[in-house]
C-alpha cells in the first residue's frame, strides 16, 4: 500500500522553546524511523508527511493515500488527538486508530471513566476539579491522587500525587490548574498492583497481546508511574507480565472491556490498579499508545509476548487494513 506517516516531531517543538516535560507525548526521529523501516519491511511505499497543519496542507493540494498512519498527539486543545482523524474524515482518507469521537473521549479522563463506569466496569471514584471550590465537593476518603484531566505520558504526576490531608489537595490542586490550564481529576487513591494491558485489533477481533505489572523501585517517585518513573523506566522501575491466573483474566477481561466499550481501534494500552480487595479496576486508555521500540509500554508488552516490532505494525496495519473501501470495478 502507499502509506503516509503523521506526527508530531519532539525536536520541532523543543526548538520552539517548548520544555521536554511539555514535548513529553511528542515523539522522536528514532520512533518514527522505527515504524517507517517497519513499514517498508511489510513492502508498503512509505511517505513522511509530518504535523496536522502539513496533512491539510497535502490533502487541499489534492494528495492521498491507501492508508494514513497516524500517531499525530496534536499541540493544543482537550481534543487534540482528534484532529488528525477528524481531518482524515473530511477528506474521506482510510487512517490508523481511532476515530475523532474516540480520541477525545478518552484524553478527558474523566469523560472516559464516566462511560466506562456506565458499562458496568470497575473505576474508582472520583472528582473533576475545575476551581478550588470545587473541592468542597469531596466526600472520598484519603488517601487520594490528583492529576491533569487531559494529559498523558505521566505529565503532572509526581511524587506529590498521592495526597494524604486536605490542606495538601489544595496545594497540589492549585499548582496543576496553573501549570497544564485544564481541571484536575482528583481519584480514590488504589494501593494494589499496577498494570498496563496491550490490545491489538478492532471490535470483537481485539485481542490482548499482554498484561505487565509495574513495579517500582527504592528509588521510584512514590505513589504511581510517573512522568519520571515513566522516562527513567530502567532504573526506577521493574516491569514483568502478570503471572497467570485468575488476576490476570480479570485485568485481560477489564482491559478489553474498556477498549470496546470506548471505541478503540487496531491496537491501545489500557491502565488498570488493584483496589484494596486486590480488584483490578480502570484507571485510563491510551488509543495512540506510544510505538518508541525498547522503551513504550506497548512495544515492551509485544516483545514481552514474545513478537517482534514488525509483527506489531503488521498487526496495526493489518487491523486498519479491514476498514478500507472495496476496490472500485
Given amino acids: 500500500m502507499r502509506i503516509a506517516m503523521t506526527y508530531d516531531?519532539?525536536?520541532d517543538y523543543l526548538a520552539l522553546g517548548w520544555s521536554p516535560e511539555a514535548a513529553a507525548e511528542f515523539d522522536s526521529e528514532k520512533t518514527i524511523g522505527a515504524i517507517e523501516s517497519a513499514l517498508r519491511e511489510l513492502g508498503h511505499d512509505v511517505t513522511r508527511v509530518g504535523r496536522c497543519v502539513e496533512l491539510a496542507r497535502r490533502f487541499v493540494a489534492g494528495e492521498r493515500w491507501d492508508?494514513?498512519?497516524?500517531i499525530c498527539e496534536g499541540a493544543w486543545g482537550r481534543s487534540r488527538e482528534a484532529q488528525v482523524p477528524a481531518l482524515c474524515e473530511a477528506f474521506d482518507q482510510p487512517y490508523t486508530f481511532c476515530d475523532p469521537l474516540t480520541a477525545a473521549l478518552t484524553l478527558d479522563k474523566?469523560?472516559?471513566?464516566?462511560?466506562v463506569r456506565d458499562a458496568g466496569l470497575r473505576t474508582p471514584d472520583f472528582l473533576v476539579v475545575e476551581r478550588l471550590a470545587d473541592l468542597d465537593a469531596l466526600r472520598m476518603s484519603f488517601p487520594v491522587f490528583a492529576k491533569p484531566l487531559a494529559e498523558g505520558t505521566?505529565?503532572?504526576?509526581?511524587?506529590?500525587?498521592?495526597?494524604?490531608?486536605?490542606?495538601?489537595?489544595?496545594?497540589?490542586?492549585c499548582d496543576l490548574l496553573k501549570r497544564y490550564k485544564q481541571p484536575a481529576l482528583v481519584e480514590e487513591y488504589l494501593p494494589g498492583r499496577e498494570v498496563t494491558v496491550g490490545i491489538t485489533g478492532t471490535d470483537r477481533e481485539a485481542r490482548v497481546v499482554a498484561a505487565m505489572e509495574i513495579q517500582l523501585r527504592d528509588n521510584a517517585e512514590r505513589g504511581g508511574y510517573s512522568y519520571v518513573n515513566k522516562e527513567e523506566w530502567e532504573h526506577r522501575v521493574t516491569?514483568?507480565?502478570?503471572?497467570?491466573?485468575?488476576?490476570?483474566l480479570e485485568c485481560e477481561a477489564l482491559a478489553l472491556?474498556?477498549?470496546?466499550?470506548?471505541g478503540c481501534r487496531d491496537a491501545a494500552r489500557v491502565d488498570l490498579r488493584a483496589d484494596a480487595q486486590g480488584r483490578p479496576c480502570f484507571l485510563e486508555v491510551n488509543p495512540l499508545a506510544g510505538l518508541n521500540p525498547g522503551h513504550s509500554d506497548l512495544p515492551l508488552l509485544n516483545?514481552?509476548?514474545?513478537?517482534?516490532?514488525?509483527?506489531?505494525?503488521?498487526?496495526?496495519?493489518?487491523?486498519?487494513?479491514?476498514r478500507l473501501p472495496a476496490p472500485r470495478s
Avoid at 474523566?110 to 462511560?115: D, E, H, M, S
Avoid at 516483545?303 to 479491514?322: F, P, Q, W
Fill in 67 to 70: 492508508l494514513v498512519f497516524n
Fill in 9 to 11: 516531531l519532539r525536536s
Fill in 257 to 262: 472491556g474498556a477498549y470496546r466499550v470506548l
Fill in 239 to 248: 516491569l514483568r507480565l502478570v503471572e497467570a491466573g485468575p488476576f490476570r
Fill in 110 to 115: 474523566a469523560l472516559a471513566k464516566r462511560v
Fill in 303 to 322: 516483545e514481552m509476548a514474545g513478537h517482534t516490532y514488525r509483527d506489531l505494525i503488521a498487526a496495526i496495519v493489518e487491523s486498519a487494513s479491514r
Fill in 154 to 173: 505521566g505529565k503532572g504526576i509526581d511524587g506529590r500525587s498521592m495526597i494524604e490531608d486536605r490542606a495538601t489537595l489544595q496545594a497540589v490542586c
